[in-house]
Each structure stands twice: as C-alpha cells, then as structure tokens.
C-alpha cells in the first residue's frame, strides 16, 4: 500500500510543479536575467549529466575510457567539427582504449 502513497504524492507533487509554471506572470519570464538563466539551465544539466555519467560507476569515481573519449568529443568541438564527427570520434577513441586493455 505505501506504494501506491508514493504514486499518489508523486502525482500530486507534478501536479503542483505544473500548476506553478503556469501561474508565474509573464512580466517574471520577459526579465533578461530569466531568460539568461532559462538558456543556459540545459546547458548546465546536460553537463553534469555527461560528467556523471562519464565518471562513476555507482558511487565510485573512476577515469576509464569513456574519460578518454569525452576528452576527444571536446577536442572534436574545439576544432569545430560536425556533429556525427564528435560522435564518432567519441566512438572510436572510446572502443581504441577499451581494445588495448585501458
């Protein structure tokens, strides 16, 4: 039963989220430190996801290949490559350490 407690509060608890973005006047979203902040907020959370995903394994830190394949999809990006280029350079640099044993 308390599953279905936490099912409910989770529902209830979205709800609310929604409810609150909608009932935010529009003059708060026209502000530009808003709108800064709305743009760069994914930019921030997609890193950190990257970064966390990249560098742990459950609760351990850990530098392993997909480290070093994240260093060559930045390199990638520094020298402005295409998008399926940082990919596959990701890609390849990732499957070239873990060949070699790293």
Known sequence: MTVWIAIGATVVGCYLVK???????????ERPL?????????VALLAALTA??????????????RGAGLAAAALA????????VVVAAAVAVT?????IGG
């Open 19 to 29: 409810l609150l973005g909608l009932l935010v006047p529009a003059a708060a979203l």
């Open 52 to 65: 966390q995903q990249t560098f742990s394994t459950g609760q351990h830190l850990v530098l392993d290949a």
């Open 77 to 84: 990006l520094v020298l402005r490559a295409p998008f399926l």
């Open 34 to 42: 808003v709108k800064r902040l709305a743009a760069m907020l994914p």
């Open 95 to 99: 499957a070239g350490v873990r060949a």
